[in-house]
């Protein structure tokens, strides 16, 4: 078992490794348009996953086989620690490459130097590191955005969105960004726009079935940033089931209208009598 997880620790970072040179040297070769392609929905939605869920669900079905039935669940887990160690390793060592073929900018102003000193080495890298474990949540809401959510917009009217504009990446064009402080830079770059584009549909959701402000003034203050029609048009939270009623007829009338939140910029804009997006995917 020992020497499958050696392998699979191997094979899985030079795969990664191997990719990532690969996504350097497209605009090289003449295909700069499939580098950008790969950096927006859903190519990039395909770049994420081979750098961050496919190496572990792959680990985990070799290391399970080899194993047999016996002890499958802790060959899964051995299986998925291999996968994790070649992911950490590959984001190291090309991080350390990037910086190498960099040297102006890796001796230049950094990120990384800059919040070092403030709250020191170990802590500053523990704490980054640490913030790898919500890439399965993020991946979790990606999926989510792309499975649970078209439906509703054929079910109830919700309006489209072109996924592109909101989950993209780049980060990488800005000057001196380099190595480490790169990689985290568009980690942070897709989260963003995972999680925003999550919150956008969200929007729909609360507003067309339960909009009524929340008992909790605190609460109603903390989400409005979130949820704009918490003072846009919900009903107070000592109203009646009468004012729902009428809030519901009065923002989603029976006409050809995409059914959004009280906000959205779909119900300022008119084509043909019906309302629209400006695109979607």
């Known amino acids: 078992m020992l020497i499958t997880l050696i392998w699979l620790f191997a094979i899985t970072l030079a795969a990664l490794l191997a990719a990532a040179l690969l996504l350097h040297t497209l605009p090289k ?3 700069a348009a499939l580098t950008r392609w790969l950096a927006a929905a859903p190519g990039l939605d395909l770049a994420v996953a081979y750098f961050t869920v496919a190496p572990q669900v792959v680990a ?3 290391a399970v086989n ?5 002890n499958a669940w802790a060959a899964a887990g051995l299986g998925l620690l291999a996968a994790i160690a070649a992911q950490v390793a590959a984001t190291t060592l090309w991080g350390w490459a990037h910086e190498l073929c960099n040297p102006k900018a890796r001796r230049g102003p950094r990120i990384v130097a800059t919040l070092n000193r403030k709250v020191g080495r170990f802590r500053n890298h523990t704490a980054v590191w640490w ?3 919500a890439v399965p949540l993020f991946a979790l809401v990606r999926i989510a955005e792309l499975l649970i959510y078209p439906p509703l917009i054929w079910l109830v009217k919700f309006p489209r969105y072109k996924q592109s504009e909101w989950v993209n990446i780049s980060r990488h064009k800005f ?3 380099v190595g480490h402080d790169l ?9 963003t726009g995972v999680w925003s584009l999550g919150t956008e549909m969200l929007r729909n959701v609360e507003s067309f079935w339960c909009p009524i402000r929340f008992d909790s003034s605190k609460k109603c203050e903390n989400c409005t940033m979130d949820f704009p029609d918490i003072d846009a048009g919900w009903v107070p939270s000592d109203g009646t089931m009468g004012d729902v009623v ?4 009065q923002k989603y009338p029976r006409e050809g209208r995409a059914y959004a ?3 959205h910029p779909v119900r300022l804009t008119r084509e043909g009598g019906d309302l629209h997006t400006d695109g979607s995917d």
């Open 66 to 70: 080899t194993r047999g039935q016996t």
């Open 131 to 133: 913030t790898a474990w």
């Open 175 to 177: 000057d001196g960004l």
């Open 29 to 31: 070769v003449g295909l």
């Open 246 to 249: 009428k809030v519901l007829e």
């Open 60 to 62: 985990i079905i070799i």
């Open 183 to 191: 990689i985290w830079c568009l980690y942070c770059d897709w989260m």
């Open 261 to 263: 939140w009280f906000g």
